[in-house]
């Protein structure tokens, strides 16, 4: 990591990720930006079979695209992962010895597209657990503050993890019985909501627990996004009452089982890249 890139994150950055769930970092990624941009576009012309799209049925051309676990298919996604300092940063924000990529999400919600993504923490989603994860939310377009992801700060610590729902609203697991996350926008003034207004290259770092949500995309303009999800020393795979999202279905493994495998490989170990 550079000097110009140590700077963006401090002790009181990282802290600040560790207390409040979620903190921006401005510019770090800019020079990766035009490749990212240049995948997505291959991408959505040939999505993975994990591709899901919403659209409201009055907007039939204007769509939520989503792809996942796409990273070492395409030049520009696998550039991020691979040449950026991302992986040594993950590890930092999460105070852990290594940084393993669990998997990307990539998030296009085109102009005029009015799917809202509800409130939500990640980890009940996934097949892995652990209190060291981080997610980078990488924008590739300027995003408005009133366009922008928010997330409820400290949410990540109070112990909870809410009922997964898809992004159409129904049930991930259909027989969970798990706590359904609460009304945030219903309670938006007893709460601590963050969000930011972000540039290329920039990105928002969050943990898996945190609650977060974002805005319809009623603009015209385009929001483009590229999500990278990490995990440190402690992750465990974990079995969910269902198909998980993203859905691994050729992996076997046992609740509890260190978190590790070739498609999650390990980038970042003790101070040296491992990639």
Same mark, same amino acid.
């Given at each position: 990591?550079?000097?110009?890139?140590?700077?963006?994150?401090?002790?009181?950055?990282?802290?600040?990720?560790?207390?409040?769930?979620?903190?921006?970092?401005?510019?770090?990624? &800019?020079?990766?930006?035009?490749?990212?941009?240049?995948?997505?576009?291959?991408?959505?012309?040939?999505?993975?079979?994990?591709?899901?799209?919403?659209?409201?049925?009055?907007?039939?051309?204007?769509?939520? %695209?989503?792809?996942?676990?796409?990273?070492?298919?395409?030049?520009?996604?696998?550039?991020?992962?691979?040449? $950026?300092?991302?992986?040594?940063?993950?590890?930092?924000?999460?105070?852990?010895?290594?940084?393993?990529?669990?998997?990307?999400?990539?998030?296009?919600?085109?102009?005029?597209?009015?799917? /809202?993504?509800?409130?939500?923490?990640?980890?009940?989603?996934?097949?892995?657990?652990?209190?060291?994860?981080?997610?980078?939310?990488?924008?590739?377009?300027?995003?408005?503050?009133?366009? $922008?992801?928010?997330?409820?700060?400290?949410?990540?610590?109070?112990? &909870?993890?809410? &009922?997964? /729902?898809? %992004?159409?609203?129904?049930?991930?697991?259909?027989?969970?019985?798990?706590?359904?996350?609460?009304?945030? =926008?219903?309670?938006?003034? =007893?709460?601590?909501?963050?969000?930011? #207004?972000?540039?290329?290259?920039?990105?928002?770092?969050?943990? %898996? /627990?945190?609650?977060?949500?974002?805005?319809?995309?009623?603009?015209?303009?385009?929001?483009?996004?590229? $999500?990278?999800?990490?995990?440190?020393?402690?992750?465990?795979?974990?079995?969910?009452?269902? /198909?998980?999202?993203?859905?691994?279905?050729?992996?076997?493994?046992?609740?509890? #089982?260190?978190?590790?495998?070739?498609?999650?490989?390990?980038?970042?170990?003790?101070?040296? $890249?491992?990639?």
């Amino acid at each position: 990591m550079s000097t110009e890139e140590a700077t963006f994150l401090t002790e009181t950055t990282i802290d600040t990720f560790q207390e409040d769930g979620a903190v921006v970092l401005r510019g770090l990624f &800019k020079p990766w930006v035009e490749g990212v941009q240049a995948a997505i576009e291959e991408n959505k012309a040939s999505p993975s079979w994990r591709e899901r799209t919403y659209r409201h049925e009055e907007q039939k051309d204007s769509e939520f %695209f989503q792809d996942y676990c796409v990273w070492p298919d395409f030049e520009g996604y696998r550039a991020l992962v691979m040449e $950026s300092p991302m992986a040594q940063i993950a590890a930092r924000l999460m105070r852990s010895k290594t940084a393993r990529v669990f998997h990307d999400h990539i998030l296009v919600k085109e102009p005029g597209n009015s799917v /809202k993504t509800p409130w939500h923490q990640d980890q009940p989603y996934y097949i892995v657990d652990g209190e060291q994860s981080v997610s980078f939310w990488v924008p590739v377009d300027p995003v408005p503050r009133e366009r $922008s992801i928010e997330y409820v700060v400290g949410s990540h610590r109070w112990g &909870k993890a809410f &009922k997964p /729902k898809r %992004f159409d609203g129904t049930d991930l697991y259909p027989a969970d019985e798990s706590e359904m996350a609460p009304d945030i =926008d219903a309670n938006r003034n =007893d709460l601590d909501i963050r969000g930011w #207004d972000v540039q290329p290259g920039d990105a928002i770092v969050f943990s %898996f /627990k945190t609650l977060h949500g974002a805005p319809a995309n009623t603009s015209d303009q385009r929001r483009r996004v590229i $999500s990278i999800r990490w995990v440190g020393d402690d992750a465990r795979f974990v079995a969910r009452p269902g /198909k998980t999202s993203p859905f691994f279905p050729e992996l076997e493994y046992e609740d509890g #089982d260190p978190f590790t495998g070739d498609q999650f490989p390990l980038l970042y170990q003790c101070g040296d $890249s491992a990639g």
